[in-house]
């Protein structure tokens, strides 16, 4: 039996031309189960075509769709301190940036860019979750805050689509103090007159939450979104008590008045390009919404510009 299976077998898969079938080749919808092909959802914008179910969405990616004909200057990544803390839990804080960079060929968790989105120039960031769960660390508040500043000297506004858990606990009170180091940026951005708007996705949680995640002029939301501060099982341990169905989602923060609307991902840069012209008092265009052309005046954005 070992000859057959340590010679034979693999001489014929040779002589076939076997190959490894990727392990990401069918992706599975959280929702109902559905298996769906890799490239089918990569062309629908990791939106599952059934279920309209969204799937978190690769930062680079993210930025090409934003930008007019996928062309965009990518801002440069600042260089920080490494491991400031000499932090280590069951691996050390280098080998985990190290086997995240591996997995995302980038540097850290903030990607930005500069280009037009629909003829409109502006500053786009965006989380990209499979870094070290989109966390904020030294890095990726240094890339928001340069990437505010190139907005303000750009005189253009910026916009942000956050993914996070929330502060890198590997780097401890120096990942807290992004915090207000971010939100001061945000003020500066808004001192110097320009539109700051967030586009939050799925999870936008803990210390990015707490700071520049809910400091926009307008914030738009895709469907289904977790935003909070605290997870839904945190709160229910805590207070004892069960909490209502869809808490937390961005509909239900949209039916409180946390959010400003609710966006399906193939409308955000019509949505994005028309109220940000309303925002900077140009002309502005009627905006699809779930696939129907809606005018401008009827956006809630419309009655308080």
Not at 59 to 71: C, M, Q
Request: charged share 25%; hydrophobic share 45%; proline share 6%.
């Amino acid at each position: 039996m070992n000859w057959i299976t340590n010679y034979v077998r693999p001489k014929i898969n040779s002589m076939l031309g076997r190959r490894e079938v990727a392990e990401n080749l069918w992706i599975k919808c959280p929702e109902t189960g559905e298996m769906v092909f890799h490239r089918d959802l990569e062309e629908n914008k990791w939106v599952i075509p059934a279920s309209g179910f969204h799937m978190k969405m690769p930062a680079k990616a993210r930025l090409k769709d934003l930008f007019d004909d996928g062309v965009y200057e990518a801002l440069a990544q600042p260089k920080v301190a490494q491991d400031p803390l000499k932090f280590r839990d069951s691996k050390k804080y280098t080998d985990r940036l190290r086997d995240s960079r591996v997995k995302t060929d980038l540097e850290d968790t903030i990607v930005a860019g500069v280009g037009r989105c629909r003829g409109v120039k502006l500053v786009g960031v965006v989380h990209e979750f499979n870094f070290m769960g989109g966390s904020l660390g030294i890095a990726a508040g240094e890339a928001i805050i340069k990437a505010f500043e190139r907005a303000i000297s750009e005189k253009c506004p910026l916009v942000i689509f956050p993914a996070s858990g929330g502060a890198r606990m590997q780097e401890g009170i120096l990942s807290l103090m992004q915090l207000p180091r971010t939100t001061v940026a945000v003020q500066m951005l808004k001192e110097a007159g320009l539109p700051y708007i967030v586009v939050l996705t799925n999870p936008t949680t803990g210390g990015v939450t707490a700071s520049y995640a809910m400091l926009g002029d307008l914030h738009l939301a895709e469907p289904g979104a977790e935003i909070c501060f605290a997870g839904k099982r945190v709160i229910e341990q805590t207070i004892r008590e069960k909490l209502p169905e869809g808490f937390q989602t961005s509909e239900y923060l949209l039916e409180h008045g946390m959010v400003d609307m609710v966006i399906k991902r193939h409308d955000i840069p019509e949505t994005l390009a028309s109220v940000l012209k309303i925002l900077m008092k140009k002309p502005a265009e009627a905006v699809k919404t779930n696939g129907a052309a809606v005018p401008v005046a009827a956006l809630p954005i419309a009655a308080s510009a």
